[in-house]
């Protein structure tokens, strides 16, 4: 099924994981009127490389909201995240999994580093997340938003159906405000994040 996500700034028509189509909504939607369509405010994006993968995913205790009392709702990093998971080893599975899904809402589509442990890699497999090469410089520390942002390569006619929409009104709009405002993010050509 052909589904066109539209914004303002331009709109890709997506083909199940493939790009079928850049342009402006009026063109493309004239073009496939049979599309589905959806329509976002903001700008549409390659998505977000998050260089950080195994310190988020393997080196980071995601809490489950359960256990607000005992964790609270932040990550948890250094050695308390080692401490929990050494004393309960089953915990990195579903925290993996619930620091792919702060990864997805931070319109992240691709991480760097090496992940080391089953529990992580099939979390990111599972959505589809892919692996990129870390910048030669680290945009500083371990963080679901690193500064400076690092944007993947433009999207492309036959290219994977990959990117990240974000609820603002231009790109240095969102260096400025950060990732924090995404909105959906597409991997695969499946909506895997949706923030409204």
């Excluded at 539209?6 to 073009?31: F, I, M, N, P, W």
């Excluded at 977000?48 to 995601?62: A, D, K, R, V």
């Excluded at 607000?68 to 993996?96: K, V």
């Excluded at 890699?121 to 938003?145: C, H, I, K, N, W």
Aim: proline share 10%; hydrophobic share 40%; glycine share 12%.
């Amino acid at each position: 099924m052909l589904t066109l996500h539209a914004t303002d700034d331009g709109s890709v028509l997506v083909d199940g994981d493939r790009v079928q189509a850049l342009g402006s909504y009026e063109d493309l939607a004239k073009a496939h009127p049979s599309a589905r369509v959806r329509r976002w405010p903001g700008i549409l994006t390659p998505g977000l490389l998050n260089p950080y993968g195994p310190e988020i995913l393997e080196s980071t205790y995601h809490p489950d909201p359960r256990e607000a009392d005992a964790f609270g709702t932040t990550p948890i990093g250094g050695a308390r995240a080692r401490e929990i998971f050494r004393a309960d080893p089953s915990r990195l599975g579903p925290s993996a999994r619930r620091g792919v899904q702060r990864l997805l809402a931070h319109g992240t589509v691709a991480i760097g580093g090496e992940l080391g442990s089953k529990q992580a890699l099939d979390a990111v497999r599972g959505v589809g997340l892919v692996f990129a090469a870390r910048p030669q410089q680290l945009p500083g520390p371990v963080s679901l938003t690193p500064r400076p942002l690092v944007l993947l390569p433009p999207l492309v006619v036959g290219g994977p159906a990959r990117f990240a929409v974000f609820d603002v009104e231009d790109r240095s709009a969102l260096v400025r405000r950060g990732p924090e405002t995404c909105i959906a993010t597409v991997i695969g050509g499946r909506l895997v994040y949706r923030g409204r």
